[in-house]
């Protein structure tokens, strides 16, 4: 049944069957604690469905934007989609809602759009479930879809589901999808496609970032072709979030994913040439009517190289840096022309020392805590970073609503550093720090490894090129330390989970904890909010007694733009630009 104007708190598990419309808005627990159930009412130029997509057949009509060999798509000014609703569930009276999504497009000259991006290095997987570095999303962001998306405030809402029902114990979710999806290749997405991406996830494992994300989803059943039923092995407060991140792909395109990825987001994939650029152009036949009038075509530059980026971006050769170096952000924003964007709500990049739980010496707990209490976070700060962001201990950033103001931690004191270290079974024999080489890291690095070297360790530091790295590191788990930086959900869960439970996606260094399994499950579960801060703040003190990494710096990962090309663009917390809500002058 609907729930009118009622704070659900994440879906309330009292209140029985609640049904969540497409229409409706949620404002979630990043932001207020809660999630409130809403409905923005669309324009209600056309009521009547255009049809829905044949689950087998091409659309019959919009083009061929599909075709991702060719070099530049179709375009398609009418829109095909589902019915607009005519009648909306409103917020309770004097909710104030931010950043509104766009409900009308600026008038069109009709001439087509192009917008180049600058990428601080070469993505490296292509394939939404196989990923495992933070830049690969932004491709999975563009060209694919979700049972649910983001908006503005990383808060979640319908994408490919437009309406989904929860039972009263919380164990059966049932999705209904969309009618007018389709993927890139023509086909329509339906249940089966859904059942087949959730499963291949988890198959993966942690070959990729996402099958911790959905351990609590037990089996996936298919209704029928446009239904599909979730068990769940306990009641989940976080799904409708992370469903966000389980991109669906269509089945006969999965095992060439890699190399061509096929999904139903905004963007088509057309080509890419290594090392030079990646292109994508603006779907024809995109079901997402909380966007307007996009970019037609979308090219993804990659420089590793800091000066040559910056001096890009001011000559006009992009027009949208993705990433500013923190040493260079002054002078970039006195550039004519040029503005910063900052990351919303929040920033969730941060910096990790690595460390092998179970290998030595870092499977004693006083190595590790000689590493951490040894970490002069705010040196690292100022070197590196200029001073933008914060110098914590903590993985949960001090303007998060989930972090504990009052848990201490390691902060810098050599002295009880090599206290840890004597107390520690490490005899001096030599370990091998492993860096990567893009931009600052490997100033980074040198001075961690000054540090370790302070605090008493015998390290060597091995510099490796960034694919190299991240088949060692986090594919392989072979290393004893070793420098990384990543970005994860504002949600807590998404933000800690897959770094810190046991078998997590994000865990190379294989810590594992039974106490801080269940913390997580029980913060997983919780639709309350107390009830999760009171599940992450186990979290907190389990990590500041047991440093199964360390964690540095949160890291204001800012990007720069031209203003005389874009009028209004974004950056979430994790760094990244949906580039379907970007606007051009």
């Not at 192009?114 to 939404?128: K, S």
């Not at 979710?173 to 007018?180: A, G, N, P, V």
Request: hydrophobic share 35%.
């Amino acid at each position: 049944m609907k729930k009118e104007t009622d704070d659900i708190r994440l879906l309330e598990l009292a209140v029985s069957r609640r049904r969540v419309l497409a229409a409706g808005t949620f404002i979630g627990l990043s932001t207020v604690g809660s999630m409130l159930l809403a409905a923005c009412g669309g324009d209600d130029d056309d009521d009547d469905d255009e049809g829905a997509a044949d689950p087998t057949q091409p659309p019959a009509s919009g083009g061929d934007a599909t075709e991702a060999e060719a070099t530049e798509a179709e375009e398609d000014e009418e829109e095909e989609g589902a019915e607009e609703p005519t009648t909306a569930e409103t917020a309770e009276e004097g909710e104030e809602e931010e950043d509104e999504e766009p409900t009308e497009a600026e008038e069109s000259s009709g001439e087509p759009t192009a917008l180049t991006v600058g990428l601080g290095t070469e993505p490296i997987e292509m394939d939404p479930h196989r990923l495992t570095a933070n830049i690969d999303r932004q491709i999975q962001r563009s060209v694919f879809s979700g049972l649910t998306r983001w908006d503005l405030n990383m808060d979640p809402q319908p994408d490919v589901a437009a309406s989904w029902e929860v039972s009263d114990d919380g164990l059966t979710w049932t999705f209904q999808l969309r009618e007018d999806v389709t993927f890139h290749n023509g086909r329509g997405l339906v249940a089966d496609d859904v059942k087949f991406s959730i499963e291949r996830i988890k198959e993966i494992g942690p070959g990729g970032k996402y099958a911790t994300y959905i351990t609590d989803v037990d089996t996936v059943e298919v209704i029928d072709d446009y239904t599909v039923q979730f068990n769940m092995l306990a009641p989940s407060g976080v799904l409708l979030n992370n469903l966000k991140v389980c991109s669906i792909v269509p089945q006969e395109e999965a095992d060439n994913l890699s190399a061509h990825p096929v999904g139903s987001g905004p963007f088509v994939f057309v080509e890419r040439v290594p090392n030079q650029h990646i292109r994508l152009s603006k779907y024809a036949n995109y079901h997402g009517e909380w966007v307007v009038d996009y970019v037609d075509e979308l090219t993804l530059t990659p420089a590793t190289e800091e000066q040559t980026r910056i001096a890009n971006l001011q000559t006009g050769d992009i027009d949208y840096s993705l990433a500013v170096p923190s040493p260079r952000i002054e002078e970039v924003s006195s550039m004519d022309n040029i503005e910063l964007v900052s990351p919303h709500p929040g920033s969730a990049a941060f910096t990790w020392l690595l460390m092998h739980n179970q290998r030595p010496p870092f499977n004693d707990i006083n190595a590790r805590l000689a590493v951490s209490w040894g970490t002069d976070r705010e040196a690292l700060l100022q070197a590196i970073y200029r001073g933008h962001g914060e110098a914590h201990w903590n993985p949960f950033p001090r303007d998060h609503w989930a972090y504990a103001a009052d848990i201490e931690g390691p902060e810098y004191d050599l002295d009880r550093a090599r206290e840890y270290l004597e107390m520690s079974s490490y005899n001096g024999e030599e370990i091998v720090f492993k860096i990567f080489t893009t931009g600052q890291w490997v100033e980074y690095g040198e001075l961690m490894h000054a540090m370790l070297l302070d605090i008493g360790f015998n390290v060597k530091l091995e510099q490796l090129e960034f694919a190299t790295w991240i088949e060692q590191v986090y594919q392989n788990h072979d290393f004893q330390i070793a420098q990384t930086s990543t970005a994860r959900e504002w949600d807590p869960d998404g933000l800690t989970i897959s770094c810190l439970a046991t078998g997590g996606s994000n865990n190379p260094g294989e810590y594992s904890n039974p106490e801080m399994d269940a913390a997580f499950e029980r913060g997983r579960q919780a639709v309350d909010i107390e009830e999760r801060k009171a599940a992450y703040r186990i979290v907190q003190e389990i990590y500041a007694r047991e440093q199964p990494h360390v964690k540095a710096i949160n890291i204001n990962s800012v990007g720069a733009y031209r203003t005389d090309v874009i009028a209004e663009i974004n950056r979430d917390a994790l760094g990244l630009t949906q580039f379907e809500y970007v606007s051009l002058k």
